[in-house]
């Protein structure tokens, strides 16, 4: 596995199912590196462990135009088997009701999933299910203990937004709907004791407690000054709110003999353009041993947000003191008043006293490592009580492990090049190019290869290609980011690259009529997908012609709503993409003579539009 989760050399007596929400790899994030010390802590016990990936985090990130950071190459060498699960229906990150049903974040793909491994693989003994949300396919478990980890409490979570005045965008609901989500499980993991200590009083199933068993990655050492102080985080809301609330306090009356914090990771980009005296912005930083020796404090300011926080854990395996809130300690036992501040203004306060001050940065820094040893201790005897519970219900059946399969990657006939690989992490190929789109494979295709991590993937380079004729046909596909966002390749490389994919599946389909034109561009009337009308969104527009002649890029000038729909049929993947009626104009001079009987691919972060241009008298029939 990564360096966060060190395979065991045990041969495995049985194996488990995780499965999970993110990827293992990269550990880039809280839950990513709970899940992937949580799968670390079954190989150590003796357990193969079989890793399923639904993949939640891959459509949440393409939805806000980024490249999914997911390594299923590095993954499918870390586990005995390791599956892809698709996420096709559309994961809300809002709702209209006061709470989240319990299964509104499940998946139907995921329970047929379960179901056609429990038929395959009868020998697994145990399943873990991360997240509570996802609970549903546990039913579909035949003749498994049945675990969740529950890695927060969820039950009236909304409410701790209220003090800053947002929404939430993850997932909430209340007491009753989490109570009976974790009765479907044999066994609910805490990731902290306040935690586990709620569960209990939800539920009558076994209640483990199991804090994650961070290495040892460098020896404590007290720092003499403060220098630098550091926050490493995820982009997630309880770090937005908390760090930026931070930063805002630490640059109010800085000045430059006073430490400068660095904020470093994902978090970066949900800060955006923040510049303030005394805060650097590293965005993500590849080496974290050079970044956490190169700190002298990690501060923890937590504001809000439950689970365990596994920023603090981090620090402290790479032997750095950590000065934080409260909330920032939850699960931890601190003792130590630098450990439980009230909140920012403390945490500074706290910074500022400690910053030429030897004694005390050495009474903090023993104080965290007490701690933290306190911590692995219980950690590792809590583990072991999980390992216990699996054993029982395996009775130490043997399995035959096979070795994880070779990474396999072959040159498709088409242009753009396709690549059939694992290896997912890549947006550049250092020898096909820029990444275009990567393959989904739906309902349709055979199970086993539907499960399977290669997909294929098709990249561009920056000169042209010789052949650009060619349809790819009609395959389904996650676009990348460089359609809409990024536009690092030529006009005209993007162009043969539409040609390439007219035929593609689309999430979206319809007719349009045009009803304006000029030199400069023209304008269709059509029905599409209503949240196209709310807001600005990013859209890259390409015009094919006829019979797959030439494909032109088009500039988006404007969507308007129409009161009268122009009558044409409407089909979507997402049930949804609600169809309004709408004008939109584009611009591409010279064009206009030619789109008529044209198509146009109408293309956002994560959906694809396809529109056929009829001619003024067409009725609403559609070519998808």
């Not at 009308?533 to 002649?549: K, N």
């Not at 309004?580 to 959906?607: C, E, K, Q, W, Y």
Request: include cysteine; glycine fraction near 6%; charge should be negative.
């Amino acid at each position: 596995m990564s360096a966060e989760t060190p395979s065991s050399t045990l041969t495995p007596i049985a194996t488990v199912l995780v499965v999970a929400p993110m990827p293992a790899v990269p550990a880039s994030a809280g839950n990513r590196k709970r899940l992937a010390l949580t799968c670390s802590a079954l190989q150590r016990a003796g357990f193969a462990v079989d890793f399923a990936y639904f993949a939640h985090e891959d459509q949440v990130y393409r939805r806000f135009g980024q490249h999914p950071p997911t390594d299923l190459a590095a993954m499918r060498a870390s586990f005995q088997r390791t599956f892809l699960i698709e996420a096709n229906e559309t994961i809300p990150l809002k709702t209209r009701s006061q709470i989240f049903g319990i299964d509104e974040w499940g998946s139907a793909a995921l329970d047929r999933f379960v179901a056609w491994y429990a038929a395959e693989h009868p020998d697994t003994v145990a399943i873990l299910v991360n997240y509570m949300f996802l609970s549903r396919c546990l039913n579909y478990a035949q003749d498994m203990l049945k675990l969740i980890d529950t890695h927060d409490r969820f039950a009236d979570r909304q409410l701790q937004y209220r003090p800053f005045r947002a929404e939430p965008n993850f997932y909430y609901t209340d007491r009753k709907s989490e109570a009976a989500a974790l009765d479907r499980a044999d066994v609910v993991l805490a990731i902290q004791s306040e935690e586990a200590a709620y569960f209990a009083g939800l539920t009558d199933r076994r209640v483990l407690l199991l804090p994650p068993v961070f290495p040892v990655r460098a020896p404590f050492s007290a720092p003499r000054v403060i220098a630098r102080i550091g926050f490493v985080g995820h982009g997630n809301d309880p770090n937005l709110f908390s760090i930026s609330k931070f930063a805002h306090a630490w640059a109010a009356g800085w000045t430059p003999d006073k430490p400068e914090l660095r904020i470093a990771g994902e978090i970066c980009h949900a800060l955006g353009g923040l510049d303030l005296p005394g805060v650097m912005l590293l965005g993500y930083v590849d080496d974290l041993e050079r970044f956490y020796a190169e700190t002298d404090v990690i501060v923890a300011p937590m504001l809000m947000g439950s689970g365990l926080k596994m920023k603090v854990a981090e620090a402290l395996s790479y032997g750095v003191p950590v000065v934080g809130t409260a909330i920032g300690f939850e699960g931890f036992g601190a003792e130590e008043l630098a450990h439980r501040c009230a909140d920012v203004a403390e945490v500074k306060a706290a910074i500022l006293a400690l910053r030429s001050d030897p004694a005390g940065l050495s009474a903090l820094t023993q104080a965290c490592a007490t701690l933290f040893a306190r911590f692995n201790a219980i950690s590792l005897q809590a583990e072991a009580e999980l390992a216990d519970v699996i054993h029982a219900a395996s009775h130490r059946r043997p399995v035959t492990v096979a070795p994880p399969a070779a990474i396999v990657e072959s040159m498709e006939q088409s242009w753009p090049i396709g690549v059939r690989s694992a290896n997912s992490a890549l947006q550049d190929h250092p020898a096909f190019g820029r990444l275009l789109a990567t393959e989904r494979l739906g309902e349709t295709a055979a199970q086993a290869i539907r499960y399977a991590p290669e997909r294929r993937r098709w990249f561009a380079g920056s000169t042209p290609a010789r052949e650009t004729t060619a349809s790819l046909g009609l395959v389904a596909v996650a676009m990348s980011p460089e359609w809409v966002r990024e536009k690092r390749l030529p006009r005209e490389i993007r162009e043969a690259a539409a040609r390439a994919f007219r035929d593609v599946q689309p999430d979206w389909a319809t007719a349009a009529r045009c009803v304006g034109a000029s030199a400069n561009g023209f304008a269709l009337a059509l029905v599409l997908p209503s949240h196209l009308l709310t807001g600005v969104r990013a859209v890259a527009v390409f015009l094919i012609e006829p019979d797959g002649g030439r494909a032109h890029e088009l500039t988006l000038d404007g969507i308007a709503p129409l009161s009268l729909s122009p009558g044409f049929a409407f089909e979507a993947l997402r049930r949804e993409l609600t169809p309004v009626p709408a004008v939109v104009s584009v611009s591409g001079i010279g064009l206009a003579p030619i789109a008529s009987n044209g198509t146009v691919l109408f293309l956002t972060d994560d959906l694809i539009g396809r529109i056929a241009i009829a001619s003024a008298h067409a009725g609403g029939t559609i070519q998808p």
